[in-house]
């Protein structure tokens, strides 16, 4: 899929091939922020969805999902976590073409079933938070970002390298997080954030 997707890129002739990357993990390190305009992500059935949110958050760049799923909702939390486009497989390649265009001129290339469905769970949200805003802040934690949190609260004294050593991550993707989950919760350092966690049940394990 990977060698179909960049002759595609190729044969439009408004497009630039920036590079392509087997998997998430090398493309964090093939696209450094800002290399590439667009990525398209071949978001088929291996992809875990939590290493896809993760990447998606911290890094701000204009994503596409080029994806086979039948489930209509599987990518609503990509959505709400910065995925500016969907293309199902089963489209034309001129869709894909045209979405990565648009997309890449700030516009958002998702249907009109996700859209409602992102707008119902926002109202939803907006009551939520009238009468729990914290549990509403919780719930916008990723999977990654609340082993993170378990981790720092577990051990307040432990650097940053080891903490990220621990979660099997870079120190950077560790400050990453932090910076996301320290903007979501309302925070400012890992001494609120561990008396955010304990007080509301966040450091516990997660798997």
Same mark, same amino acid.
């Given at each position: 899929?990977?060698?179909?997707?960049?002759?595609?890129?190729?044969?439009?002739?408004?497009?630039?091939?920036?590079?392509?990357?087997?998997?998430?993990?090398?493309?964090?390190?093939?696209?450094?922020? #800002?290399?590439?305009?667009?990525?398209?992500?071949? @978001?088929?059935?291996?992809?875990?969805?939590?290493?896809?949110?993760?990447?998606?958050?911290? *890094? @701000?760049?204009?994503?596409? /999902?080029?994806?086979?799923?039948?489930?209509?909702?599987?990518?609503?939390?990509?959505?709400? =976590?910065?995925?500016?486009?969907?293309?199902?497989?089963?489209?034309?390649?001129?869709?894909?073409?045209? &979405?990565?265009?648009?997309?890449?001129? #700030?516009?958002?290339?998702?249907? *009109?079933? !996700?859209?409602?469905?992102?707008?119902?769970?926002? /109202?939803?949200?907006? !009551?939520?938070?009238?009468?729990?805003?914290? *549990?509403?802040?919780?719930?916008?934690?990723?999977?990654?970002?609340?082993? &993170?949190?378990? &981790?720092? /609260?577990?051990? !307040?004294?432990?650097?940053?390298?080891?903490?990220? =050593?621990?979660?099997?991550? =870079?120190?950077?993707?560790?400050?990453?997080?932090?910076?996301?989950?320290? =903007?979501?919760?309302?925070?400012?350092?890992?001494?609120?954030?561990?008396?955010?966690?304990?007080?509301?049940?966040?450091?516990?394990?997660?798997?």
């Amino acid at each position: 899929m990977c060698w179909a997707l960049e002759q595609l890129v190729k044969s439009s002739p408004a497009l630039e091939l920036a590079g392509t990357a087997p998997e998430l993990s090398t493309a964090r390190q093939t696209f450094p922020l #800002g290399t590439a305009d667009v990525i398209v992500v071949d @978001h088929d059935g291996n992809l875990d969805s939590a290493e896809f949110i993760d990447f998606l958050e911290p *890094r @701000h760049m204009r994503v596409i /999902a080029f994806t086979g799923t039948t489930d209509p909702g599987a990518l609503d939390h990509a959505v709400l =976590s910065g995925l500016q486009g969907i293309v199902r497989k089963s489209e034309s390649p001129k869709v894909l073409l045209t &979405a990565i265009e648009k997309v890449h001129q #700030g516009e958002l290339w998702i249907d *009109r079933g !996700t859209t409602s469905r992102m707008f119902m769970q926002l /109202a939803r949200q907006k !009551t939520d938070e009238k009468s729990d805003p914290e *549990r509403v802040r919780v719930s916008l934690l990723t999977h990654r970002e609340r082993q &993170a949190i378990a &981790a720092l /609260a577990a051990d !307040t004294s432990a650097p940053a390298k080891v903490i990220a =050593s621990r979660l099997c991550i =870079s120190e950077h993707t560790l400050r990453n997080h932090l910076t996301s989950i320290y =903007s979501k919760l309302h925070l400012t350092n890992r001494l609120d954030l561990y008396a955010y966690a304990t007080r509301h049940h966040l450091d516990k394990p997660v798997n």
